[in-house]
């Protein structure tokens, strides 16, 4: 089969590889139909989480997938998978009987990393679907609604995390939340914020994705060319928002995010930042800004097929860019210079 092969740190090729026909018992081979762009994959590609993800090269990336099931393991096989099931994913797959597992905290599993013990993050450090065939565990994928065509299917990993993103801030019908950064898990977060009743949603940002936010129902905070922290005051009659998603990813972001909650305010965070950021405590402790780190999407997915098969929340303006796999320097390069709107970015791995 094809696949993206990464060598090294920004060095990658389109290869044939062998299929991954070997399954243990609770697997599934999966041709694969779309595989997005994450935000994550060009600092994996890039190398910045050097023996992490990756743990070695060479390497097949990619999670954001979907596909039609051709082949089942044997236990796989008694839970009632079959081939021609039309399935989605998310990259975790937890050991399922460490403490953490057993909580439903697999995000959290603590045999991370150990694959001889069962645990799995595909496109990670896992072999991923940036291939026409993927091989991946039951336990990481979703049956796709009949009204849901397979490529709009695959967003619902990225979408599933926004939403676990927006839960975590414990935000209420009514309220309204502040979402720092107009990235795919930006824009995401804000519909499903919608999606969950949110009186307002302001959100930060700037250019083009700023003003797709603001199509979309938000109310727009240009970060280039104002103080977010002052506008939100002034939009919120200097209360501040008693709900924020901190979807950017930077220093200055993290530090906006703590000086425009409300007293009593929750900052849900699922930015990677790469250095520690210098964060306000004096403000943090005296007015009880709760801080909450998220990571990756734990018993989201079926919430987040719901709202799409349902139509409470839209992700087709968000979805700009299909390419074959062949085109994926292409892909990438339009993916991370925005280029022409870019937002979801789809590879398109067999013809």
Known sequence: MKALVLKAPNEFEIEEVPVPEKLETEEVLCRVDTTFICGTDPHIIAGDFPGFWPKSYPFVPGHEWSGVVVKTGERASSLGWKEGDRVCAISHC?????????????????????????????????????????????????????????????????????????????????????????????????????????????????????????????????????????????????????????????ALSIKQACLAAARGGVVSVIGIHHEDPTLPMKRIVLDEVEIIGDRANPNTAEEALSLLANDRIDLRPLMTHRFPLDDFATALDTFNQRKEGAIKVAIKPNP
């Open 94 to 250: 937890g050991c399922g009987v460490c403490r953490n597992c057993m909580k439903g905290r697999y995000n959290l599993c603590l045999n991370y990393g150990h694959d001889e013990r069962g645990h799995r993050q595909y496109g990670h450090y896992t072999p991923g679907a940036y291939a026409e065939y993927m091989r991946i565990s039951i336990k990481s994928i979703y049956k796709i609604p009949g009204n849901m065509d397979l490529e709009y299917s695959a967003c619902v990993d990225p979408l599933s995390i926004a939403l676990y993103t927006v839960k975590r801030t414990r935000l209420e019908p009514g309220e309204t939340i502040l979402i720092i950064g107009t990235g795919p898990q930006g824009l995401m977060a804000q519909l499903c914020a919608l999606a969950m009743g949110a009186g307002r949603v302001l959100v930060a940002g700037s250019g083009e994705r700023l003003a797709r936010a603001v199509e979309l129902g938000a109310e727009g905070i240009d970060y280039r060319s104002e103080d977010v922290v002052e506008r939100v005051k002034e939009l919120t009659e200097n209360y501040g928002v008693p709900r924020v998603c901190e979807c950017a990813g930077t």
